[in-house]
């Protein structure tokens, strides 16, 4: 005896997928990835050491969140090369809060470079 699809009831057909459900929350929140955080500066917080380019975007992150922090007007893609020179040049570059990152202006690239 053989069950046929159309012989079962409609809760029988969905199996225990929980298609019926209204929220269908596979993860929990707890583990879900914070997409406001910057992976490059995350994974390199994780490792011992590491070296890695920034791009205008990391720029952007990194001095809205670790430089300016609300006491300034915020920086975006028209003015983030400027402020870039003005707060993240240096000798010894700028260091980003506790995380033992440094962020400097490479002369060899002429780029600048995230190091731990």
């Not at 997409?35 to 975007?57: A, F, H, Q, T, Y």
């Not at 952007?60 to 003005?86: H, R, S, T, W």
Request: proline share 4%.
């Amino acid at each position: 005896m053989s069950l046929i699809n159309e012989d079962l009831k409609p809760y029988q057909k969905n199996g225990f997928r929980g298609e019926m459900r209204l929220k269908q929350q596979w993860v929990p929140d707890s583990h879900r990835t914070d997409m406001s955080l910057n992976n490059k500066i995350e994974n390199l917080r994780k490792k011992e050491n590491g070296l890695l380019p920034c791009d205008v975007n990391d720029l952007i992150y990194i001095l809205n969140n670790y430089i300016f922090q609300g006491d300034e007007a915020p920086c975006d893609q028209n003015n983030v090369m400027e402020l870039a020179k003005k707060h993240l040049s240096g000798k010894s570059g700028k260091n980003l809060g506790t995380t033992g990152i440094v962020v400097f202006l490479d002369p060899q690239t002429n780029s600048y470079m995230m190091k731990k």
